[in-house]
């Protein structure tokens, strides 16, 4: 440190002094300021949140606003003598007991049951800030529980606590109860921006974009990090350097794992693990590293961002838009999955990989097998304007055939049928994404206006039938007319009753039963199949399945 004076800590320098300093604690600022205002101070409060938001700078302002020499006053001046000693803890008239260290009946007798109908030494009020209140022993409580129902009328009390639910009813119910907040990542962030500019820090704004984060809603822990920053970067604090004091994997590694995860690149994906094992990553922070930041990409890409979040970075090499939020959905409740199972397994590392490889095999792009129909059923079915692409495409696929291309099916085509149901799919997932799921492993058969949907699983068909009236909507919008729709359950689109040729939808697991125990490899020059990796892309691979 270059000054020889005694270093304040940032969390205690930047401490409020008044309400209007109160960061992003609204309500209970506003309802004890307007509380002093109008004289209807409760003689009991009870201070709940989480850590480090304001629970004890608030409970001293309000010590303050009663016992200000020109008070009471919202706005207490921080200038006498009773605001200068609560500031520094030393004033007579406002005790501060910490239960976390004196939490027995003894210590409640002490300090407030033998000293409360004592008049207060110099000012008006008398008050008590009890911290951590959940601490004190059940006989505290106890002792305490009468004084607090009736209390003199120039004491008030204030009970802070991080665990609210540790507090006994009895207690509880008499006093006034405020909720402090975490505080945003933004709120936070602009905070640390305002600190370092008054210090005369430098910090790259993704500098305390991170510390932000890590802090998780409290401004004490953020304002801790900064300082532990400053320190470790040496006055210049750079967002690799805060990532690495953190011991956060280096913002290259966390891009590319996302990268070759989100392409879905098993090669590169284990080339990058073995990189950040290299590196001395630990699997547990490799998980979560890679789920907030999966999480980030999904709320953006469902559009449920909350409040003005803080930019994302998108890793390099990730085009958002060519993500599917079902794959993002499906990668987060793995990499969620996996950090529960790191608490019992034995081996992290295993467990990661089986949650970052086994993430690659699923999640339905539904969107992009609709867009891929989309732009199929535009170009194809003799209905002209096919793109270049498409026709370059279809020319290759024919070069390689001796078959001619299959003769147009006619209406109903059953492309037609798998783009509507796609369509479908999509349209319920946002809000019905177990229904989706229901249809998207489902048959649909259409004629005229009638449209029938098979299921396989009793379970989906009772789930489509409870949402009948949805369906039946959603699909005559689709379908651009009134559509009478019929809910079956079938043993599967193979086993269909009628002659009609169904379609089952896209599914990277088809339900189709395969009777063969050990089916043929897969014929790539056969044209149907050659039609399916043009329309839903991907590659062949031959499943058996159990019966
Ligand atoms: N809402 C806030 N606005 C401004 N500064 C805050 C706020 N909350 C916390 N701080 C900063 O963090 C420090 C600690 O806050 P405080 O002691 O009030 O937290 P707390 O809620 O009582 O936490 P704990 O439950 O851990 O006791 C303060 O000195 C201040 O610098
Ligand atoms: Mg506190
Ligand atoms: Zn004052």
Redesign the pocket.
Known sequence: MKSSEAYLV???????SDFG?????PQAAGLLQNAVAQKRVAHAYL?T???????????RILAKALNCAQGPTPEPCGQCPSCAEIASSSSLDVLEMDAASHTGVDNIREVIIDTVRLLPSRDRHKIFII??AHMLSQAAFNALLKTLEEPPSHVVFIL???EASKIPATIGSRCQRLR?KP?SPEALAR?LSDVAKKEGLKAEPAALSVIARAAEG???DA?GLLDQARSFCEDAVSADGVREMMGYLGHETLASLASALLKRDARALAEQLRRAYEDGAEPAQVLRELRSLVEDLYLQKIGAKYGDTIPISVPAGVEISMVSPYFLAFILRKLNAALSELRFGDSPRLVLDLALFGALEGGLDVEGWVARLEALEKGSGGRGQESEESKAEEAAAQSSTLQPPPPDPGPPTPGDEASLLARLVAAVAPDKASLSHALAGATMITRGGDCRIVFSRSFDFEQAKRNQGILAERISSLAGRPVSLTLEQGRGPMESKTGEAPRHTPAPSSSAPSPDPSPPAPDVNDPAMKEALRVFGGSLKVTKKSS
Do not use: W
Not at 49 to 59: H, I, M, Q
């Open positions: 940032l969390a205690r320098k930047y401490r409020p300093s109160v960061l992003g604690q201070f949140g989480p850590r480090g938001v304001g629970k004890t700078t608030v409970a911290d951590e802070a606590t991080t402090f505080i905070c409290s401004l004490r304002l």
